[in-house]
T-cell receptor, first 117, second 115 residues
């Protein structure tokens, strides 16, 4: 079965350190890839997305992600995190052979990023 | 500014009762979605709609129903609430044409506790 795997459920990091949140997906066809962020007691909002073209995608709040087709990965990175980046981050895919419709998102289980002072 | 709202934000109900969660968006989006979020499962799709009078089942649709009578609203009904439906529910919307490239905009969520 197709899936999205977020390899770390929790990532603790100190303020101003770099961070990488890992995401792998399984698909035999092209997909669209997304990272969403959920701050405490809020809904999700889009950080960035990859549709086509350059494999390095820049998003809001200094985050970026790199699409690697051969490794079927879409890891999220930030060179220097802030306390305000503490949140849960979700990788998601759509298109390809996922779900009952191409427009639907399949989410990973999430990674909780905890930034410590 | 356009937005998507959910009500109530918190709800406690008893097993067997019918519950309806409201979702209203002012984006004028054709596509609307209901998800549930549970620890260890991420977000799972319950139902979705690609336009007025269109509804479709998602991954975890058993025990839930939706109807779409206008563009702005997609209420979610739990026909007979069960403890397994205790969860946080999110509504989302995206614009046509629903080919998977669109950003989904999420509401703030409804916390439902079924006793």
């Amino acid at each position: 079965a197709q899936s999205v795997t977020q390899l770390d459920s929790q990532v603790p990091v100190f303020e101003e350190a770099p961070v990488e949140l890992r995401c792998n997906y399984s698909s035999s066809v092209s997909v669209y890839l997304f990272w969403y962020v959920q701050y405490p007691n809020q809904g999700l909002q889009l950080l960035l997305k990859y549709l086509s073209g350059s494999t390095l995608v820049k998003g809001i709040n200094g985050f970026e992600a790199e699409f690697n087709k051969s490794q079927t990965s879409f890891h999220l990175r930030k060179p220097s995190v802030h306390i305000s980046d503490t949140a849960e981050y979700f990788c998601a895919v759509s298109g390809g052979d996922y779900g009952g419709s191409q427009g639907n998102l399949i989410f990973g289980k999430g990674t909780k990023l905890s930034v410590k002072p | 500014d356009a937005e998507i709202t959910q009500s109530p934000r918190h709800k406690i109900t008893e097993t067997g009762r019918q519950v309806t969660l409201a979702c209203h968006q002012t984006w004028n989006h054709n596509n609307m979605f209901w998800y549930r979020q549970d620890l260890g499962h991420g977000l799972r799709l319950i139902h979705y709609s690609y336009g007025v009078h269109d509804t479709n089942k998602g991954e975890v649709s058993d025990g839930y129903s939706v109807s779409r009578s206008n563009t702005e609203d997609l209420p979610l009904t739990l026909e007979s609430a069960a403890s397994s439906q205790t969860s946080v529910y999110f509504c989302a919307s995206s614009e046509f044409p629903g080919e998977g490239q669109e950003t989904q905009y999420f509401g703030p969520g409804t916390r439902l506790l079924v006793l």
